[in-house]
């Protein structure tokens, strides 16, 4: 009795990346998208995610292993498989940069004040209550109850609620200009390597980044001398 022939079927995404195989047992009911690749008798084409594509069809993190070429299920390259991860681990990198620009605002910053250098914390909360006391400065009022970290309230002078209402805008304004650069930076990267090298820092910035962002901050101060 003649052994019954399987065929071997892939179905592709738009890339053409091979994302599905069956054949024989498994054979798709309906082949509309599916492209038949190969024929044959045997385990290795009733089975053909085992057998046919050596070591599976996705690596061990979901990214495709082979593509169809000329009607020929053929390995991608390592450097195209290292692409496709681009996509998460960019998102990935926004993330951390985002979350390392909010963490250094809330950090705050130094002031000098009457009382020598007094440190000032940026949470929500103390922004909403800095602008309240700069609000209550430029309406008139000479004095104003505020804190630095870890002191007790005291009455400070007009002055002085003006030099660190200045300075937290300044200290804001610096942080978000450089995750907006260090972002469009992680957004034109085109490796993971590339990816990696960036840290929340301005140190690095590539040259066209470093100038922009040196312009902005250079006008951003002109206006506020």
Known sequence: MDEIVSKVYVKTDERGRIIRCEGGYTTPSD???????????????????????????????????YKLDDGRAVER??????????PSARAAKETELSNACN???????????????????????????????YNAIISGAANYPYHADGQLCRMFTAEEITTISTASISHKLYHITLCNHLLTWARRAETAEELGSITYSADNLPEDLAANMAQVLAASAAMNP
């Open 31 to 65: 082949l509309t998208g599916w492209t038949q690749i190969d024929e044959g008798t045997g385990d290795r084409y009733n089975l053909c995610q085992t057998h046919y594509f050596d070591g599976g069809i996705y690596t061990a993190d979901g990214i495709p292993r």
């Open 77 to 86: 390259t390592e450097e195209e498989i290292t692409a496709d991860r681009l």
């Open 103 to 133: 963490a250094a605002i809330v950090a705050g910053m130094d002031v000098e004040t009457s009382q020598g250098t007094e440190h000032f914390s940026l949470q929500e909360t103390d922004q909403i209550n800095l602008t309240t006391a």
